[in-house]
């Protein structure tokens, strides 16, 4: 009779365990980490409203690479300034849209403002509120979990409006630790990285002066 109930007793809570771990028995405390991690990462990027970086651009080519170092300040509404400060030859390089006009500026060319300024996608596509608003628009999105050696990532994937010959998805690496972007890397149609951009400091929801805008 012992026997009977010991045997009954752990079957149940055999049965309590898989009912537990879900239907197919293979979700654990890893899984429910990561989705933790990527939950916390989502309510971020959606409830981000500005930021400023330091960060490294990558412009990749056929012809080579050519790579920028850049601050840059941007409101998830558009507006955004961007400031080349490395190599020495396009240092002082200063580009600002408040949403209704794009100004140019270079302090090592006489203080010449431009007013004709289009936007391109190689410019406006590097901002994290452009992967924001693709990532929230986009009706097919990706998410995985990479292990790298500075730590587990979660990196998201959304697709670039417009058709452009090369700049097609665009996929975010956020750490799980810090939940701080790491890197952004737009990809072209045939899977080829066009451009990288790798954060160095990124602080996010600060108050950003209307004058950061304009010139």
Request: aromatic residues 8%; proline residues 3%.
């Amino acid at each position: 009779m012992r026997k009977r109930l010991w045997a009954l007793a752990v079957g149940l809570i055999l049965l309590l365990l898989l009912v537990a771990c879900g239907s197919d028995g293979l979700r654990g405390p890893a899984d429910a980490a990561e989705i933790t991690a990527f939950e916390r990462i989502q309510r971020m990027l959606f409830e981000m409203q500005s930021y400023r970086a330091i960060a490294t651009v990558e412009y990749r080519s056929n012809r080579g690479v050519n790579t920028y170092e850049t601050v840059q300040h941007a409101r998830i509404t558009g507006e955004y300034r961007i400031e080349v400060t490395g190599p020495a030859a396009v240092a002082g390089s200063v580009t600002t849209s408040d949403g209704q006009q794009i100004l140019q500026f270079n302090n090592r060319v006489n203080g010449r403002v431009s007013l004709a300024v289009q936007e391109t996608p190689e410019r406006s596509e590097i901002f994290l509120t452009s992967f924001i608003r693709n990532y929230k628009q986009s009706e097919e999105v990706s998410v995985s979990v990479a292990d790298m050696d500075e730590g587990t990532r979660t990196v998201l994937e959304a697709n670039i409006p417009g058709n452009h010959p090369y700049l097609s998805i665009a996929r975010l690496w956020v750490d799980n630790e810090t939940m701080l972007p790491v890197k952004l890397i737009i990809f072209d149609a045939d899977g080829a990285e066009r451009i990288v951009v790798t954060y160095h400091v990124f602080e996010y929801n600060m108050v950003l002066d209307d004058g950061l805008f304009t010139m």
